[in-house]
């Protein structure tokens, strides 16, 4: 049976070329919205990227990122050369990978679009007070509860068509939740309870300029 984006490397590699720019293009955004306004209100602790080897890039809001060109060349000749050599004798490993690579963009795509409308929502009607700030390992494990969610869907999906491509979603999610559960247990507990103390002290600082105020307001 022919198939579109299995019989030929341009379509399935195009589409991930474009998800993975578009990646890049959406944390940019997000990243800039959050600086101008949101993070009055949400606060992450550390980098506002999750990935650690595009923290600096997306901390400094660079557009064009050296590292990030290089795993775009780097991924997308991986991905040519298992076509080549592999879309014949196995075809189902490329299938595979292709999965990987596509359905792991679509979960953090998901994300970026949340992201992008309550973070200009925020912006722009201020329709959430108070503030809130997330911990680094919550944050981390947040993100890997959501790429198990999308795993077990996938999983769901992949029982009923039988697809290598699907299964490629299974396994790469899977992945992508275990690592960052990973990272949450290795945060530093001292970096967490670190930024807490500089947040409470920071508060009581404000707490004590406007109790001096009102004192001297009373006395005038």
Same mark, same amino acid.
Do not use: K
């Given at each position: 049976m022919s198939n579109f984006f299995l019989d030929s490397l341009w379509p399935g590699l195009l589409v991930w070329n474009l998800l993975f720019i578009s990646d890049y293009t959406l944390t940019i955004i997000c990243a800039r919205l959050y600086r101008n306004g949101v993070n009055e209100h949400i606060v992450f602790e550390g980098s506002f990227e999750i990935t650690p080897c595009f923290q600096k890039d997306i901390d400094s809001l660079r557009i064009i990122?050296?590292? *990030? +060109? *290089?795993? +775009? $060349? /780097?991924?997308?000749? /991986? +991905?040519?050369? #298992?076509? @080549? @050599?592999? %879309? #014949?004798?196995?075809? %189902? @490993?490329? #299938? @595979?990978?292709l999965g990987a690579l596509v359905l792991v963009q679509l979960k953090v795509h998901t994300r970026h679009l949340r992201n992008l409308y309550s973070f200009r929502a925020i912006n722009k009607t201020g329709g959430v007070t108070g503030r809130i700030e997330y911990a680094r390992p919550l944050m981390l494990r947040m993100s890997? $509860?959501?790429s198990l969610v999308f795993s077990g869907l996938y999983l769901v999906l992949f029982a009923f068509i039988q697809s290598w491509f699907i299964f490629g979603g299974v396994v790469v999610c899977l992945s992508v939740a275990v690592k960052h559960f990973r990272l949450a247990r290795k945060w530093p507990a001292t970096a967490t309870a670190t930024a807490a103390a500089t947040a409470t002290a920071t508060d009581m600082a404000t707490s004590s300029d406007h109790a001096k105020e009102v004192v001297q307001a009373g006395t005038t």
């Open positions: 990122s050296p590292r *990030f +060109l *290089f795993f +775009l $060349v /780097l991924y997308s000749g /991986l +991905l040519a050369m #298992e076509w @080549f @050599f592999a %879309h #014949e004798t196995m075809p %189902h @490993f490329y #299938e @595979f990978v890997a $509860v959501d």
